[in-house]
């Protein structure tokens, strides 16, 4: 595959990982938020050109949900397209890695999870165990504090939270 997609709920480390599978590759990164590629829609070849030039790279397309999108509900089929034809074109793009995050994964264009292209998924929705886990190590970690209750009793109270979120609250 050319490209993977990570989905679920903000806060989750769908950006972090793919920063973590450049480095574990020893692949360069680059990032670029899609919303800001839909606005400049000619940004996407100076990423691809930036990309060709120093790879083996790992390409971060973030809070891709536009730039993914089912070219027949979206609002800029246009740019989809241009990503179609820059990923398969007749310049192929060797040694390059595209990871889209997503928090929807649910109206992706069908050319874009082919194989081949974005054809790999990977879900980032936590588990209410991994949940415990973490808020348990977080407060592990800060033994001056005191805490009202358990770790169990705060997921009661913040249910639906993510990590990140969880984090940021303690």
Known sequence: PRGAVFYGPAGTGKTTMAMVLAKETGWRFLSASAS???QHPHEMDKLVDQARDIRPCVVLLDEAEG???SRQSSMHPEVTNRLLSLMDGPQKLHDVFFVA???DASDLDEAMVREGRFSEFFDFTPTDDALL???E????ERPQVRWVGTAQDLLE???DMS???LQGLL
Do not use: D
Request: net charge positive; glycine share 4%.
């Open 137 to 140: 190590a977080y407060m592990r």
């Open 67 to 69: 730039l993914l999108r």
């Open 163 to 165: 990590q990140g979120n």
């Open 101 to 103: 995050t997503t928090n």
């Open 157 to 159: 109270r913040y249910p």
């Open 36 to 38: 800001r590629l839909l």
């Open 133 to 135: 886990l973490t808020v």
